[in-house]
């Protein structure tokens, strides 16, 4: 399958603790996008790379988030100290460069912060 | 602010009935628009987009949309609804007052009656 994958798909951590999360985009796509996902809400945009520049950061909720995308392959978020109110999917997502190509999204990695 | 509204939450539709589900959106310039659709259990699929041209578009699974700039809405419509067409679908846009940044609603339950 070349789709967009996503790793881990559930994570349960306690407060405090600091999570990762990773996304392997479909290999072509040049743009990778982060979202975060609570019940009853449509993603919420966080950050988006081309290729290895992140291009938007202030969408991220907070300094504890951050988000990676080294060698412009899959990317890397990160949580740190994490918090109740983290808990939520977050969703990943790829497409080719250009505002008007449609997104093609991984099932999503649900955190649980206990 | 630029937003996309969705202004139901759930609609009810018996199968072979057709189906609307409603966006609208606030948005300057000429933005993309997009509908995707979510399954349980599954990551959010792309349905169809509107880019420029004609304003009927049609997308996967039997769905079109129709984009009606001077009412600002873009609503998804189906001629005859099936039981498996029950899903939440999301309306989003990407571009439009110089923003790259993609915007979804907060999603419409479709619940199809056998």
């Known amino acids: 399958d070349t789709g967009v994958s996503q790793d881990p798909r559930h994570k349960i951590t306690k407060r405090g603790q600091n999570v990762t999360f990773r996304c392997d985009p479909i290999s072509e796509h040049n743009r990778l996008y982060w979202y975060r996902q609570t019940l009853g809400q449509g993603p919420e945009f966080l950050t988006y790379f081309q290729n290895e520049a992140q291009l938007e950061k202030s969408r991220l909720l907070s300094d504890r988030f951050s988000a990676e995308r080294p060698k412009g392959s899959f990317s890397t978020l990160e949580i740190q100290r994490t918090e109740q109110g983290d808990s939520a999917m977050y969703l990943c997502?790829?497409?080719?460069?250009?505002?008007?190509?449609?997104?093609?999204f991984g099932p999503g990695t649900r955190l649980t912060v206990l | 602010a630029q937003s996309v509204a969705q202004p139901e939450d759930q609609v009810n539709v018996a199968e072979g009935n057709p189906l609307t589900v409603k966006c609208t959106y606030s948005v300057s310039g000429n933005p993309y628009l997009f509908w995707y659709v979510q399954y349980p259990n599954r990551g959010l699929q792309f349905l169809l987009k509107?880019?420029?041209?004609?304003?009927l578009v049609k997308g996967s699974y039997g769905f079109e949309a129709e984009f009606n700039k001077s009412q600002t809405s873009f609503h998804l419509k189906k001629p005859s609804a099936l039981v498996s067409d029950s899903a939440l679908y999301f309306c989003?846009?990407?571009?439009?007052?110089?923003?790259?940044?993609?915007?979804f609603g907060r999603g419409t339950s479709l619940i199809v009656h056998p």
């Open positions: 997502a790829s497409s080719p460069s250009g505002v008007y190509n449609e997104q093609f």
């Open positions: 509107y880019i420029t041209g004609d304003n």
């Open positions: 989003a846009f990407q571009g439009g007052g110089g923003s790259y940044i993609p915007t």
